[in-house]
T-cell receptor, first 115, second 115 residues
């Protein structure tokens, strides 16, 4: 498909385990975003990648969270030593340009449940 | 910092009723404003946008007008359909700051339209 692809769609893990969430953006999109959607909290910005520039990591909630983007395409969000408060839907989005006039194209999200 | 406040849901309407979802914002600069929609089981998608004061964004029968004097961007539709049932998110990007690529979202409003 031509849209943003995320995997897994659902992940159940035990507290303390590490998880990896994957995002495959739309081909040719240089900007990639991770957001977190928690119940009743809206969407929380996590991290932004633009081309070869240093990513904006200002939204990562703790040092247990990290993300990388290899070759300017696929991105992986890693959560180490998961906690119950990490349970949320993790959304990835991509954009062909900076956001002045553009729009974000979102994937369907990865739902993480930490038991 | 930037913030978006939208009316709490859920909102339940009958088909063909008039819809208003209120959205107000706080921004340090001169933002672009957006409404995104999330249909059940799908990713967020842009519904409409406005980039300057008094602009009206419109799409699929929905409208919203950028009101700088009241810092508002209320979403309206004259006659809703069952297929409009979704979660609606108001968002902004602040073009004057260094982070003009970020979208700041409201918490979302769940709309249910009954036949």
């Amino acid at each position: 498909g031509a849209g943003v692809s995320q995997s897994p769609s659902n992940k159940v893990t035990e507290k303390g385990k590490d998880v990896e969430l994957r995002c495959d953006p739309i081909s040719g999109h240089t900007a990639l975003y991770w957001y977190r959607q928690s119940l009743g909290q809206g969407l929380e910005f996590l991290i932004y990648f633009q081309g070869n520039s240093a990513p904006d990591k200002s939204g990562l909630p703790s040092d247990r969270f990290s993300a990388e983007r290899t070759g300017g395409s696929v991105s992986t969000l890693t959560i180490q030593r998961t906690q119950q408060e990490d349970s949320a839907v993790y959304l990835c989005a991509s954009s062909p340009q900076t956001l002045n006039t553009g729009e974000l194209f979102f994937g369907e999200g990865s739902r993480l449940t930490v038991l | 910092g930037d913030s978006v406040t939208q009316m709490e849901g859920p909102v339940t309407l009958s088909e063909e009723a008039f819809l208003t979802i209120n959205c107000t914002y706080t921004a340090t600069g001169y933002p672009s404003l957006f409404w995104y929609v999330q249909y059940p089981g799908e990713g967020l998608q842009l519904l409409l946008k406005a980039t300057k004061a008094d602009d009206k964004g419109s799409n699929k029968g929905f409208e919203a007008t950028y009101r700088k004097e009241t810092t508002s961007f209320h979403l309206e539709k004259g006659s809703v359909q069952v297929s409009d049932s979704a979660v609606y998110f108001c968002a902004l990007s602040d073009r004057s700051g260094g982070s003009n690529y970020k979208l700041t979202f409201g918490k979302g409003t769940l709309l249910t339209v009954n036949p």
